[in-house]
């Protein structure tokens, strides 16, 4: 009886993300583009037919989780193995006994969290086991493994792309751990769906952290003499030292800063732009989607007018994937900066929107002949590709060769401006309709 106690003592003092770990797929919350019915990984863990596989994702998406599932299914032999606290010598001691496994007919499983840990003596170790069928090898990371896996590993491996999960999910995560026995269920909880929904936005993905501060909450909620707990919003507020956590990434103050964000930087107001960044920044805006609409700036407020900008807001978009909150502030204030100082030109997001107008009402123009491809006999029999000029044989490079429809020949829809670098593809297009005209071109 005192055994049963003190394990249940025990179950009782884990963390509530520990006692909430899903035990079977249908528990497991996210990532239905693997585990939804009929879905490949899905079918993979159902029938027991599992091969070496990278879970690659951020942290708190269920990795590890899946490993367990894995485990818990499968009729291999499962060896969980951690890249943190283990050698050459440990991976040689568990290699000899799954060859030993293999001899008598039974598979082995070896589960590496973290294995972008490994380095690359210590992960080449591995490849002969993998390769012979001794081992099946299931790795998790949080890093590309392009970069960090072994590329002879890598090439035995199927990698499974875990995403962050989304406000919803966690959100029905959030409810769960208050109803189930294993979390708050036996306890009389109040709290917000509100609150609920700012605890998941402010966990950015990450199932764990924001089971962590739903258990921080509840242990610091207000109670009253029959027990029943209530979570506030102060409570929130007091374990996340952020006043501005129930900021609304989906209500009218997201689209105004967003917008006031957007507008500075097209009006060359460096300060306001990264007041605003710091804005949503603080308020627990995602930085990925500030770098997204920054990427998109970079080509329809700046443009050619200076190339070199959406370079800067693609790098740091990666650098916001790479290294997340907060760090990456500062990579985000450079390419605001540079945004908002860089001279600017709206020329190719007129030019898209005239020719989409034209795409929509025109969807039937037949692409010219001579531009067409012409893989087969009959295609060249039809003038598929005849006439074709290969403007790289010519000695200006150019051809007077016409590539839009008959019924648009001549239709202008880029319109260079004067600004910054732009300037020069102006003069440059000059030259080159000039040329085509003065060639016979229209």
Sequence with gaps: MAEQMNLFEDAASLPLAARLRPRTLDEFAGQKHLLGEGKVLRRIIESDKVGSMIFWGPP???????????????????????????????????????????RFGEKTILFVDEIHRFNKA????????????????????????????????????????????????????????????????????EIADELLEAIARFANG?????????????????????????????????????????????????????SALHKSMRNSDPDAAVYWLARMLEAGEDPLYIARRVTRFASEDVGLADPRALEIAVAAYQTCHFIG???????????????????????????????????????????????RNAP????????????????????????????LPDSLAGKEYYTPTEEGVEAKYKARLAEIKRWKKEHGGK
Excluded: W
Excluded at 328 to 343: D, K, W
Excluded at 379 to 403: I, S
């Design 325 to 371: 909150m907060p760090e990456c502030t500062v990579h985000l204030t450079q390419a605001v900066v540079y945004m908002a100082m860089a001279p600017k030109s709206n020329a190719l997001y007129v030019a898209y929107g005239r020719a989409k107008r034209d795409a929509q009402e025109m969807l039937a123009e037949p692409v010219p002949l001579v531009i």
């Design 206 to 258: 990450d199932a764990r952290s924001a089971l962590s501060t739903l258990e921080m909450a509840v242990l610091n909620g207000d109670v009253a003499a029959d027990g029943k707990i209530t979570v506030t919003r102060g409570t929130i507020e007091g374990i996340t030292s952020k006043k501005s956590l129930l900021y609304d990434k989906t209500g009218e103050e997201h689209y105004n800063l967003i």
């Design 60 to 102: 708190g998406v269920g990795k590890t989780t899946l490993a367990r599932i894995i485990a818990n299914r499968t009729r291999a032999k499962f060896i969980d193995f951690s890249a943190v606290t283990s050698g050459i010598k440990e991976i040689r001691q568990v290699m000899e006994q799954a060859e030993r496994n293999r």
């Design 122 to 189: 210590q992960q080449d170790a591995f490849l002969p086991f993998v390769e012979k069928g001794s081992i099946i090898l299931i790795g998790a990371t949080t890093e590309n493994p392009s970069f960090e896996v072994n590329g002879a590993l890598l090439s035995r491996c199927k990698v499974f792309v875990l995403q962050a999960l989304r406000t919803e999910e966690l959100v029905a995560l959030l409810k769960h751990a208050l109803t189930d026995e294993r979390g708050f269920g036996g306890q009389d909880v």
């Design 376 to 403: 087969t006999k009959l295609m060249k029999e039809l003038d598929y590709g005849k006439g074709y000029e290969y403007a790289h044989d010519a000695a200006e490079k150019l051809t007077a060769m016409q590539c």
